[in-house]
């Protein structure tokens, strides 16, 4: 896949707009993808030595959102809200997303301010797969001639989890990892086993969070270490991470988890299996070889910690170069936030009477007291404790009258084809709240007296649909 003309035409004009502007503020997400985009566009700004702003908000804090910049620039977000309704003559908007847009590419006409919306969609090139938005702002990066970015833009599509379906990035996602990896930033390393925290975990940690499916091994490091000695890797238990691995040694790991999952799964789920353990990994040579840097999954998990405590800025100058004192801050964060975690987890699954309901479809548990922006994360790690063949949902109240919703599920579920972020959506409207995301990873906020409600449609219209 290669741009399109008529979005490279775009880029160039995006380019122009910011030659001749000199006041300039941008808004972008407080995730992994958001903080990666920002950081591009601010590295560029940096070098055009242009002052400016940077905002890393929520997306609901943009709708009718006052501008009061010679140019504003929306990353990660802008398509799905009204952020030009205040708008003043002369004023210039850039938008770089990849979600679903709500104006078509003809809005841009008959308007006495500048709108310039870049986004795959209106191109005919799918958002969730094949570029997400620190991809699309590497592109504008490349039109002023800086390659040296792309390993950002990788970030970026790892933490938005663009390659989830098949393992490996796809689309313009694949200009963007071979720019990287012909300016020496990305080492790929094809089909390698994924298991996360490979730099940093010793691998009998590691194994123990497998959770797509419920293993043995799944929250027992007695197994996974039994298991090691088993196949005569890291016998003496040193603390092994997987990247210590011989191919070797990962040969016979895959072989095993294979044979472990097959034990466990219907028969139809046997072709998925190695998308379950297999995936290209991604190696940023520029960082020290022991740092939790190096790894892309690694990398990306620090990024959403910042994000979760709204810590952007840290995430941003680390991404920008600062490896001393914001780096340090950023394993702070990233401390607290595995604290967090680690207790909001003991509250729900590890104490003695269990607080997660198992219905017909879906199994669910309230969050109270657990912060919104981890109850997220937590509902994931939850599902290691779940039944896999069914998606859950963490529920938190984010004030008097709100609850923030999330969901997850198992990825052999998506690779079935259910699209949780699409139900979610419909669910909470049918409630009066909003919501939607990923295939396996999505979420709502709605109205604290709906709770009910809501679980009772979630899992009426999940009937027939989970088969086993
Ligand atoms: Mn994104």
Known sequence: ????????????????????????????????????SGAILSTILDRQNKVHDIDFVNLDVLDDIELDHELTIFSDLGSGQRIDTKAKEGQKIIILDHHPPLRDLDYKDNKDYTYLEINPIHHGIDGSYYVCGGGLCYFLAKEFGYYDLSWIGVLSAIGDMQNTKTGHFEGLNKIIQKDAVDGGYLELTENDINIYGRNTRPLFVALSYFSDVKLPITNN???????LEELGIDEKHKRKTLNELTMDEKVKLYQKLVEMISKVVPGRYIK???????????????????????????FSTAMNACGRNHEEKVAMEVLKGDRIEALDQL??????????????????????????????????????????????????????????????????????????????????????????????????????????????????????ENKCQFIELFNEKLTGQLTN
């Open 1 to 36: 896949m290669e741009i399109p003309q008529s979005m490279s035409e775009q880029y160039k004009n995006a380019k122009e707009i910011i030659e001749n502007s000199s006041d300039i503020k941008i808004y972008s997400h407080i995730d992994c993808d958001g903080i990666c």
């Open 221 to 227: 490091t007695a197994e996974t270490m039994a298991i």
């Open 272 to 298: 998925y299996i190695p998308q379950l353990i297999i995936g290209d990994s991604y190696t940023f040579l520029k960082e020290d070889e022991d740092s939790f840097l190096r790894d892309g999954s690694e």
């Open 331 to 448: 394993e702070a964060i990233s401390k607290t936030h595995r604290y967090n975690l680690a207790t909001s987890i003991s509250q729900i699954a590890e104490s003695d009477e269990t607080n997660i309901i198992e219905l017909e479809n879906l199994q669910y548990f309230d969050g109270t007291g657990i912060k919104p922006e981890i109850v997220g994360t937590v509902t994931g790690m939850i599902l290691g404790y779940c039944n896999w063949k069914k998606p859950v949902i963490g529920f938190t109240q984010t004030d008097d009258e709100g609850l923030k919703v999330s969901l997850r599920c198992s990825r052999l579920l998506s690779y079935d084809g259910i699209h949780f972020g699409n139900i979610i959506r419909e669910i909470s409207r049918e409630v009066g709240g909003t919501g939607g995301g990923h295939a396996m990873a999505c979420g709502a906020y709605i109205p604290v």
